[in-house]
């Protein structure tokens, strides 16, 4: 086989393969995402990778972790499809064997998921049948004499090579149009909460440049989750069930969902993997159904300490059960800042625990409640090794000015937020260098679930300065730069941030 011949065959192969991927995946936003060969390898994966190496994704490549999983699977699929058709050149069957094998493990992947579907092997199937199909079309016909191999001529070639990449494109576009449009649910018309909540007042983003808002805006808000497309999920067939150890299991409609009395709370939600200065949490004001209302319609026996949420796509989350009756506002959310709740962060409906990490408390995509015990049930995390209960630790985070950015002497401010959700902050202190801790300025107070603004202004003089900030809790815990476990990457170590001041 020489170099030209290699080059058609590769090229052939990704071609093929391409034209499948798009189709299946066109279908696949007709008849659920989720099910798209691509999203269904890279779901796999993803459930598959040991928790180190999920944990260092999170952290070395952040939101990036997504598009670099399925960039890779793609790339992957692409280099075995290159394969096949270079094969194909040799034999058409063994190199379509090679293609069909890519094939039967995304249709593997579509069914293995918990939510799966039988229509769910449909988009594999569209793949198949597209990608061999073209590859097919690509194939000289190898039993012929060479001259006829050959003969299919370059124009015919070509011209069969745009109309299956033109092909693809249309597809892919499509798919994606699609995908995009199911997905605003921005016009659902939500309850008001029966006290409603002053609105919450501009922070100190309206003094100083540089400070994270009070209320972090929906667009805004991290999002940490193991899917890698959102799920879309139809809010009038949606169901929550709340069942195990009750007197009185049910389930509740979206429109029954609503019926009930809704409360407003702020709450600071923030991940585990946060690292110290990390980005991973936000504030928002949540409307909702009390856990603690829905519990009691249904009886909770004694004995449990345990509700096992189960979302949508069948991932799960342990939430100790006292966080639903110790008196907090633990709700099934279905409002997230006046709005509904995005479809990335739980539509139609999840859980908010204050004062838990979101891998304990959040989940999204809610459907169901379990009431159990730990020693019954383990939920996604729990099962990984990661601490039962998730408190969320004291931390604080400088937001300005950014480390290693250069300022002028004089006054400069530095200002940040810090939160123990749950317990509430009365105290941050910044220090200079090896200078005595300064108390900061708070922004406002919207309670103790929630974060705070603070300020301080520092005069600065010139050189190379180390600013380092730490919280205090009103019941006289100070931060301190622990960062052993129960948590891998916990949130609470002191930052510290270098700055260059002219
Ligand atoms: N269904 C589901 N819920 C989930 C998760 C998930 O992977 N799936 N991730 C949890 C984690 S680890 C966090 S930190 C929060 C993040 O919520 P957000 O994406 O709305 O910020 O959701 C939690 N709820
Ligand atoms: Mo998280």
Redesign the pocket.
Known sequence: MNRHDLALGAGAGLLSAAAGLAAGHLVAALIGPAASPVLAVGSVVIDRTPTPLKQWAVETLGNADKPVLLGSVLAGTLLLAALGGVVARRSFPVGAGVVLLLVAVAGWAALSRPAARPVDVIPAIVTAAVALGALRWLSPDASGPREVVDGMGRRRLLVRAGVIAGGALVAGTAGQWLVARVQDVKNIALPRARRPLPPLPRGLEGRFRGVTGFQTPNED???????LTVPIVDHESWTLRIDGMVDRPYELTFDELLELPMIECDVT?C??SNEVGGP?L?GARWLGVRVSDLLERAGVRSGADQILST?T?G?T?STPLSAAQDGRDMIVAVGMNGDPLPR???FPARLVTPGL???VG????LTRMTVTTYREEKAYWTDREWATDGPIKIASRIDTPAALKAVDAGRVVVAGVAWAPGRGISAVEVRVDDGPWQEAQFGPDAGVAYWRQWYLLWDADSGRHTLTVRARTPDGEVQTDDREPPFPDGSSGLQQIVVNVR
Do not use: L, P
């Open positions: 808000f991290y999002r940490v989750d193991v899917n939600m991940c585990v991973y936000g979302a796509d991932f989350i990335e962060h739980g990490y979101g891998y959040s989940t999204k995509w």
